[in-house]
């Protein structure tokens, strides 16, 4: 089985590529950080509350469009806190929508494979009306927390890789 690294994140790797998207983009007053942890991960934390519409908070990381032809799925070595989050991808970031896909986190190291035809195409929370993801490449991926309630969050990211 042969694997592509989409992102592996080390000590030294340089985060700048990867941002935080909060509701407060509509409005909300949901607030995420991102850094690298010294040991390094990727470490996703914040709180997100539901007040004037919010309820979400997300980080995104974009690059080249890369060539997802010959793998069936995306792995995620990744640790969370108990609670749910989504993982989306964007096959252009042009597309106003995003394919989704919901996982649990356990609060111990976690390998999750998401394969990409089961995931579905989504806009501002509404499954869309369209077939699942289907191309052949991404240019974005993004990490989602936005459960419907006011709760903090800790997702800490080691690697994302094709399969």
């Given at each position: 089985m042969?694997?592509?690294?989409?992102?592996?994140?080390?000590?030294?790797?340089?985060?700048?590529?990867?941002?935080?998207?909060d509701?407060a983009?509509?409005?909300g007053?949901?607030n995420?950080?991102?850094?690298?942890?010294?040991?390094g991960?990727?470490?996703?934390t914040g709180?997100?509350?539901?007040?004037?519409?919010?309820?979400?908070s997300?980080?995104q990381?974009?690059?080249?469009?890369?060539s997802?032809k010959g793998?069936?799925?995306?792995?995620?070595?990744?640790?969370?806190?108990?609670?749910?989050y989504?993982?989306r991808?964007?096959?252009?970031q042009?597309?106003?929508?995003?394919?989704i896909?919901?996982?649990?986190?356990?609060?111990?190291?976690?390998?999750?494979s998401?394969?990409?035809?089961?995931?579905?195409?989504?806009?501002?929370?509404?499954?869309l009306?369209?077939?699942?993801?289907?191309?052949?490449?991404i240019e974005?991926?993004?990490?989602?927390?936005?459960?419907?309630?006011?709760?903090s969050?800790r997702?800490?990211?080691?690697?994302?890789?094709?399969?």
């Amino acid at each position: 089985m042969h694997t592509n690294i989409i992102f592996d994140f080390d000590s030294n790797k340089d985060i700048n590529t990867w941002s935080v998207v909060d509701d407060a983009v509509m409005g909300g007053m949901s607030n995420g950080t991102f850094q690298l942890s010294k040991d390094g991960h990727g470490v996703f934390t914040g709180y997100v509350t539901t007040e004037n519409n919010g309820g979400f908070s997300s980080v995104q990381y974009e690059f080249e469009k890369m060539s997802v032809k010959g793998y069936n799925k995306v792995v995620l070595r990744l640790k969370g806190d108990g609670k749910k989050y989504q993982f989306r991808i964007k096959a252009s970031q042009s597309d106003y929508y995003s394919y989704i896909n919901e996982f649990p986190t356990s609060g111990e190291w976690q390998e999750i494979s998401i394969p990409l035809h089961e995931m579905s195409p989504s806009f501002r929370g509404r499954k869309l009306d369209m077939p699942n993801f289907s191309g052949d490449s991404i240019e974005q991926l993004v990490f989602l927390i936005g459960n419907k309630k006011k709760e903090s969050f800790r997702l800490i990211i080691d690697k994302i890789e094709l399969q």
